[in-house]
């Protein structure tokens, strides 16, 4: 039975080079043989119709021959246009798609499906060291004004004996005997893609290509050594709870010279008994006294910088809400504050003694 290619890739016929070579993608990566649930012959069909159609001069024989294009193709075909197409020619894929079955052509293309990380032209990037995390509690005031804590931290710090070389001070390096000098091991596999080369990170020298003569006597030829360190965090204004900062380079230490990790801290702001946020504003709420609200007066208030007094207007209600300017949270870059909302609540007394209770009766018959 003759084969449809475009159904093969679930693309329509007039689907562009992109969007056949992207269904192509998904699909090797879905079906190749080396995954979990893969299938090494649809894998096959998978490839045989992205040959076809990845090729313009092969997709237009295909689409003038249709369901016949088999037929054709054995056959010779019209003008003997399919000469040289059986089997499949994985050089032929990577020659037009600017790749060599010999570089790293294969590995980059095909990186995501066989989960390789590929060959490299240049000598391979060394990891640098070990990331480390923090919880750093701040107090509610601390987050809005900013504040700078010191935290202690027992990590790998570059030894000062050897600078982080690793070697003994004075006694030299040497190229590595494995990989020459290189900091690279090439290995040559066959399969049935064909004859490709992996180029890989040599493991005696860690690509570095070269190897001390003689270990440093602090570290041990490692570049570093665990010593206690302080560091000094800037938390700014108005950081939410659960943030986390990044301080580039305050990680653990690279081996031998590498570049260290980073300090990720995640801040926890500590819930105040007087104030909340919402946004940039802070929240507060005011007990008053019911003569207050009824007839007006003056109450002291708490802000997160001072006690100010609040004038409170006759008739007040509870549940009003009084707004300070510039008292709340700061922006980004500080030139800015946001609000405090103060919630008026009056007080209604559980008891009252026998004088007040007259006095209420007598503003009851008042009409109030």
């Known amino acids: 039975m003759a084969k449809n290619y475009y159904d093969i890739l679930g693309v329509s016929k007039g689907a562009s080079d992109d969007e056949i070579k992207k269904a192509y993608r998904k699909l090797a990566h879905q079906h190749h043989p080396d995954k979990s649930g893969g299938n090494e012959a649809k894998f096959k069909e998978i490839n045989e119709a992205y040959q ?19 037929q054709a193709r054995n056959s010779g075909g019209a003008g003997g246009g399919f000469s040289g197409f059986e089997g499949f020619d994985f050089n032929d894929i990577f020659s037009r798609s600017g790749f060599s079955s010999q570089g790293g052509g294969f590995e980059d293309i095909f990186s995501d499906i066989f989960g390789a990380g590929g060959s490299q032209s240049g000598r391979r990037r060394r990891s640098q060291g070990q990331n480390i995390q923090v919880d750093l509690e701040i107090s509610f005031k601390e987050m809005v004004m900013g504040v700078e804590k010191e935290v202690k931290l027992y990590k790998g710090v570059i030894c000062r004996r050897c600078g982080g070389s690793g070697g003994e001070p004075g006694s030299g390096q040497e190229n590595c005997p494995q990989c020459k000098g290189t900091g690279q ?3 040559t596999t066959r399969s049935f893609f064909g004859v490709f ?6 493991p005696q020298c860690g690509g570095t290509g070269q190897i001390i003569k003689k270990k440093c006597s602090q570290c041990g030829g490692d570049g570093r050594v665990k010593e206690e360190s302080r560091i000094r965090i800037p938390i700014p204004a108005g950081i939410e709870d659960g943030q986390t900062l990044v301080m580039e380079g305050q990680g653990e230490a690279g081996e031998r010279g590498v570049a260290p990790g980073d300090l990720y801290i995640i801040v926890h ?8 946020r919402k946004g940039h504003d802070v ?4 007990k008053i006294p019911f003569s207050v609200a009824t007839l007006g007066g003056k109450v002291e208030v708490e802000t997160l910088d001072e006690k100010l007094i609040l004038k409170i207007p006759a008739g007040t209600q509870s549940g009003e809400i009084f707004r300070l300017k510039d008292s709340g949270i700061y ?5 800015a504050r946001g609000n405090q909302l103060i919630k008026i ?22 009409g109030l």
Request: net charge positive.
């Open 52 to 70: 076809v159609l990845s090729d313009k001069t092969k997709r237009s024989q295909y689409d003038q021959y249709g369901q016949t294009f088999e």
């Open 345 to 366: 609540i009056v007080e209604i007394p559980k008891r009252v003694n026998r004088r007040q209770e007259d006095l209420l009766r007598e503003l009851e018959k008042e």
């Open 269 to 276: 702001v500590e819930r105040d008994g007087k104030f909340s």
């Open 185 to 187: 091991i090439k290995k």
């Open 197 to 202: 080369s992996q180029v890989s990170e040599c």
């Open 283 to 286: 929240l507060s709420s005011e």
């Open 331 to 335: 922006y980004s870059g500080g030139r």
